[in-house]
């Protein structure tokens, strides 16, 4: 109830939520409450979260941030609902985000962006924009996103919360509605590395439902959180330290690495050399993927249909009228890449390059057990500020999405303030290699 009163007093300024769900929040509260009773609850009976509209839940409306999708019912529940329903949480609602997932800013959330609750003239980062925007302002606990490119760390650093986006394959996908399904992951927010472990742990796990999970024991992740990195080997790969970021962001990620080695970590310089390439392959990658998986969206199997002189016309309006203009941009980027003739020259040099980006990370691990790094070159910007120009949006994203290409684990915590805004230190393991990453980030928050 607590916090049902804060969503209706903050929603106004901030614009979390796409769909509320009190009536659900409250009587699943009740069955927590008989479920505590009887001795049964588990670690997260009755806390009340949110979910990223992206991810499908039964009976309850899911837009993807889309008019395309703006009265889809889903008639199921994606794995990861289904685990935090039967671990009894407590459904807030559904969490505001860029279209389809695409988007650094919450900007191209086709009803009205989310604000910042550090300073509500800025952005919350994106596309997990309203999931972390939840957390900071106190209006959830913890929340699910989902991480195509950093769209779970870049807000987590931009609204000064704990984010995780899971190693590939460690969190099953079923019921995502796919952006771009070789680079998607769903992940947990929160307040501290501890709630993030707990939630990580509810949502992880093999699913015959999902080809590309991995059939892999959930370790404990709570057990790792010893407070002790003693010996831990820490490479800073120095590529992720780009032209052009902000010299306080800078300064905060080098004074928390300072940090980890006092606490007896070993920093070591190293060097990812093909990371320049990542956002060039990231921008042929996704958008052929989403080409691909948005083709489903044809006004005729899901949600919204416009009128029009027969089916291909109807197809035509619904699609170039419903869908946003960063969305058609993808389409057609994607179409484009994978069209025959230029399929060689685009998508498969991408795929190419990508193994090059993934194969820099396997020789890292011979010798450090993880990377310290920035998350964003920026703290929050202004909204508006980047909102014409797609290349500085997809700039942003310069040191997040080599680690979805590669398909390895990536901890955002919160390191300090610049210019009063928060900074996140990004953390990224070897693949199902979580568990490293939370002991250090518990260690240093
Ligand atoms: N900002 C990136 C993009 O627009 C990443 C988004 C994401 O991770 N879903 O594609």
């Not at 703006?70 to 008639?75: A, G, K, Q, S």
């Not at 006092?262 to 920093?267: F, K, P, S, V, W």
Request: include cysteine.
């Amino acid at each position: 109830e607590a916090l049902l009163e804060r969503i209706a007093a903050l929603e106004p300024t901030l614009h979390s939520f796409l769909t509320q769900t009190p009536d659900l929040a409250l009587q699943q509260a009740q069955a927590a409450d008989e479920r505590i009773k009887a001795g049964n609850a588990t670690s997260l009976t009755g806390i009340p979260l949110g979910i990223k509209d992206v991810i499908v839940t039964k009976d309850v409306r899911t837009t993807c941030g889309s008019k395309v999708l703006e009265n889809w019912v889903p008639p199921y529940d994606a794995t990861v609902v289904s685990k935090l329903n039967e671990a009894g949480t407590v459904t807030l609602g559904k969490l505001n985000m860029d279209e389809f997932a695409m988007g650094s800013s919450n900007e191209n959330s086709a009803f009205g962006g989310t604000r910042n609750p550090w300073d509500t003239e800025r952005v919350p980062g994106g596309s997990s924009g309203g999931s972390a925007a939840a957390v900071a302002a106190g209006q959830a606990f913890g929340t699910l996103g989902t991480d195509t490119g950093g769209s779970i760390r870049q807000p987590a650093a931009l609204c000064g919360i704990v984010g995780l986006k899971p190693t590939y394959g460690r969190v099953s996908r079923y019921g995502l509605v796919a952006f771009a399904s070789s680079l998607d992951q769903c992940g947990p927010f929160a307040r501290t590395v501890e709630d993030v472990a707990l939630l990580l742990e509810t949502i992880a796990g093999h699913d015959p439902k999902d080809s590309t999970s991995a059939n892999l024991p959930v370790p404990d992740y709570r057990a790792s959180l010893t407070g002790d990195i003693r010996g831990l080997k820490v490479g800073v790969p120095s590529e992720y330290f780009v032209d052009g970021m902000e010299p306080g962001v800078e300064k905060a990620v080098r004074t928390a690495i300072e940090q980890i080695k006092d606490l007896g970590a070993e920093i070591v310089e190293v060097s990812l050399p093909h990371t320049k390439y990542a956002l060039p392959v990231y921008y042929i990658i996704a958008p052929a993927e989403c080409s691909t998986n948005l083709a489903r969206f044809d006004g005729v199997r899901y949600g919204v249909r416009l009128e029009g002189n027969g089916l291909f016309d109807e197809i035509e309006s619904t699609r170039g009228q419903l869908f946003g203009a960063e969305v058609r941009r993808r389409i057609m980027l994607g179409t484009y890449a994978l069209s025959s003739g230029y399929y060689d020259a685009y998508y498969r040099r991408a795929q190419q390059v990508r193994t090059l980006i993934r194969r820099d990370f396997q020789e890292v691990w011979s010798k450090v057990d993880l990377l310290a790094a920035p998350t964003s070159p920026s703290v929050a910007f202004k909204i508006g500020e980047k909102a014409d120009d797609p290349v500085a949006m997809y700039l942003s994203d310069v040191c997040t999405l080599p680690i979805n290409l590669a398909g390895v684990p990536g901890l955002v915590v919160p390191c300090g303030f610049s210019d009063n805004l928060p900074t996140g230190l990004q953390l990224i393991g070897k693949p199902f290699d979580e568990a490293t990453l939370l002991r250090v980030g518990h260690a240093y928050e």
